[in-house]
C-alpha cells in the first residue's frame, strides 16, 4: 500500500486548504482511511477519518465544523477540506490507512498500518 499525500502550502488565517491522499497498490474495500497531524514538539494528533465502506466519519473536536473528509473510490483518494484555518492547525499533515479498523479505533494512531509522507501546512497569523 502506498499513499501519497499533497496539498500543503502556506496560507492565512482564515483560508482554505484541499489535501489529497492518493492510495494505491491493492483495493480498499473494509479499509479506514484517516488523517493525523504533527506540530514540532508535539505528538501525532488525529484530525479525521473515514471508512471505505459505507463512508462512516469521524473528526477531532478541534477540527469538527471546519475540516471535511470526502473519499472519491473512483480514484482512490482521500481528501480533507480545511476551511477557516487557523495559526494552531499548523502542522504536517498525514494520512493512514489500514484494514479493518473499527470505529473506535480511527482516531488511534497506533491503529494504522500505513502511513503517507506527510505534507506540511502553515497558517500565519
Known amino acids: 500500500v502506498q499513499l501519497q499525500a499533497s496539498g500543503g502550502g502556506l496560507v492565512q488565517t482564515g483560508d482554505s486548504l484541499r489535501l489529497s491522499c492518493a492510495a494505491s497498490?491493492?483495493?480498499?474495500?473494509?479499509?479506514?482511511l484517516g488523517w493525523f497531524r504533527q506540530a514540532p514538539g508535539k505528538e501525532r494528533e488525529f484530525v479525521a477519518a473515514?471508512?471505505?465502506?459505507?463512508?462512516?466519519?469521524v473528526y477531532s473536536d478541534s477540527v469538527k465544523g471546519r475540516f471535511t473528509i470526502s473519499l472519491d473510490k473512483a480514484k482512490s483518494t482521500v481528501y480533507l477540506q480545511m476551511n477557516s484555518l487557523e495559526p494552531e492547525d499548523t502542522a504536517v499533515y498525514y494520512c493512514?490507512?489500514?484494514?479493518?479498523?473499527?470505529?473506535?479505533?480511527?482516531?488511534?494512531?497506533?491503529?494504522?498500518?500505513?502511513w503517507g509522507q506527510g505534507t506540511q501546512v502553515t497558517v500565519s497569523s
Open positions: 473515514i471508512r471505505w465502506s459505507g463512508g462512516t466519519t
Open positions: 493512514a490507512a489500514s484494514p479493518r479498523l473499527i470505529y473506535s479505533s480511527l482516531g488511534v494512531p497506533s491503529s494504522y498500518e500505513y
Open positions: 497498490g491493492r483495493t480498499f474495500s473494509g479499509y479506514g
